[in-house]
């Protein structure tokens, strides 16, 4: 596809950058008139001025374009930020296995850090492991982790995510292969993080 603007139907700018004064860098999600697709552009633009003077950017031939689809299976996965959405102990344990891509593994050991990270932060013994530890530590009367500051309810409801989540992702993970995707490996390790920055406040 070439860029003219007769053949543009629709035009969105997702990104830029500034490479000098006079020139910037765009992402933009391109629909043509003739075309089903849209397509994904990354392209220098060049600034100049219009017929009445005003300054201006136009796009130059320096740039490259993807239909859409093909450009979110090429980088897929990749395109997304872990360090900023997960917490750093996931990033630290369970990451590296996702870019192995041994899923299963990493679920394991987000919620092994979950585990270690509850048990560390209520005082508890070794032996006091999985739903009993979240139980335990999670207890709303006397739970070394329950924050007496909530109603009743939420007490109880919080030592049920903590015990659920454990029993949930880290057991059946930690006693069977399970086949898992990306996508769910990463809304997995979403909760873990989530876990761990709860506790984080409650310690």
């Not at 392209?43 to 001025?49: C, T």
């Not at 740039?63 to 689809?69: P, V």
């Not at 270690?116 to 492991?129: H, M, S």
Request: aromatic share 12%; net charge positive; glycine share 4%.
């Amino acid at each position: 596809m070439v860029w003219k603007k007769d053949n543009i139907e629709k035009s969105e700018i997702l990104a830029e950058s500034h490479r000098r004064g006079y020139e910037i860098i765009l992402l933009t999600r391109l629909k043509y008139k003739k075309s089903p697709y849209s397509f994904l552009d990354i392209r220098l633009f060049q600034r100049g001025y219009d017929e009445e003077d005003d300054e201006k950017y136009y796009p130059t031939k320096k740039g490259i374009q993807f239909r859409e689809d093909h450009f979110q299976q090429l980088i897929g996965k990749w395109t997304l930020v872990p360090s900023v959405l997960f917490h750093p102990l996931i990033l630290k344990k369970a990451w590296p296995s996702v870019e192995r891509n041994e899923f299963d593994s990493a679920i394991f050991r987000a919620f092994k850090a979950v585990e270690v990270a509850v048990r560390k932060a209520a005082n508890l013994p070794q032996e006091c492991i999985g739903i009993s530890l979240m139980r335990n530590a999670f207890d709303p009367k006397k739970g070394a982790l329950s924050d007496k500051t909530l109603p009743k309810g939420e007490r109880e409801a919080l030592s049920h995510l903590f015990t659920g989540a454990i029993g949930l992702y880290k057991n059946p993970h930690s006693h069977r292969e399970l086949e898992l995707t990306f996508k769910e490996t990463f809304e997995m390790l979403l909760v873990a993080s989530h876990l761990l920055y709860i506790i984080d406040r409650q310690k």
